[in-house]
């Protein structure tokens, strides 16, 4: 199966739920006017686009309407997709310097995926014939360390562990002079994700950071948030509280197949500002895929 056909598939009830609604605006209105408009924000806000970003896309709409007066259905869906592309970004890969150290720090709320994301990174790099290492500095929580312990068996990955309650930051101070030692291509850190105290999240995840940028200052560091798609509005929530943690690089959404909130990720890109990298499209190891802002596109307006 290619690319689009994945991204076409796993969007399946997102897809269903505009087309759906869509179909009802335009047999109720039959043109564009405030009224089908206001409708069609409902739609995008409902789809979870969120309301900055429905507004935009409004906004778009009537400014295209003045400049050109067409406001035929088939024209103004080409400027909706051609917008929700702009939002999302140009198709952006992660950052990985041949010949240095490469930390990718993973972020987000338990229950994200992020834990698994790592795990299929590591496996997928591992295919690629990099020398890779896991880190589980989610010390908090027993059943993510042993579930990334799980992922270094399946994939033949060393990973980097303590004891439960241990300081987050000592693991990931023990997991990179291990890698350094090794000459470990990627190390991928496991974080831990409580939101109930964002003053402890923050001061956690600014330990790390400090502790990497003072024991590997050569190394290529990037650091990803983990959204699960299904959450909805939360996961923009989390946006907005991991953002004032940490300086994001990239964005990661999964279980994209899981619902018809596929629109989060346009509400995420217009908060963020930071590219999607990954997409969720199923349970499989091989289902996570480089995220393609235009093949999401294309994929919501197929039908």
């Known amino acids: 199966m290619g690319l689009f056909e994945k991204f076409k598939k796993g969007l399946r009830k997102t897809r269903e739920f505009w087309s759906n609604e869509w179909t009802k605006t335009l047999s109720a209105h039959g043109r564009f006017d405030d009224d089908m408009l206001d409708d069609f924000e409902e739609i995008l806000v409902r789809a979870d686009c969120g309301v900055p970003a429905s507004e935009d896309v409004i906004e778009t709409i009537k400014e295209h ?28 890969e992660i ?14 709320v338990n229950g994200t995926g992020k834990t698994t ?15 890779v290492m896991l880190a589980a500095a989610d010390t908090f929580r027993a059943a993510a360390v042993e579930q990334l312990k799980a992922w ?13 309650g241990t300081d987050p930051a000592s693991v990931v101070f023990d997991a990179i002079k291990a890698a350094q030692a090794r000459g470990t291509d990627i190390l991928i850190v496991d ?32 650091s990803m948030l983990i959204i699960d798609a299904t959450t909805g509005q939360n996961a923009v929530i989390q946006t907005e509280a991991f953002s004032e943690a940490v300086s994001l690089d990239y964005l990661g959404i999964t279980k994209l197949d899981g619902s018809a909130k ?17 997409a969720g499209l199923g349970e499989g190891v091989e289902d996570l895929e480089d995220f393609d802002p235009e093949y999401f596109a294309d994929s919501l307006f197929e039908e």
Request: charged share 30%; hydrophobic share 40%; glycine share 8%.
């Open 65 to 92: 309407i003045r400049k050109t007066g067409d406001d035929s259905s088939e024209t103004v869906m080409k400027v909706v997709k051609k917008r929700i592309i702009e939002i999302l970004g140009d198709k952006t």
């Open 95 to 108: 950052e990985i310097v041949p010949g240095k150290l490469n930390i990718i720090l993973m972020v987000g």
């Open 117 to 131: 994301t790592a795990g299929k990174l590591a496996s997928r790099y591992k295919k690629e014939g990099k020398k």
């Open 152 to 164: 270094g068996e399946k994939t033949s990955t060393a990973v980097i562990s303590n004891s439960e």
């Open 191 to 222: 974080t831990a994700g409580r939101l109930h105290n964002k003053k402890n999240l923050m001061e956690e995840l600014s330990k790390i950071n400090r502790v990497i940028l003072r024991e590997a200052p050569d190394a290529n560091i990037r």
């Open 262 to 278: 596929g629109g989060v990720a346009i509400a995420v890109s217009y908060l963020a500002k930071v590219p999607i990298v990954l």
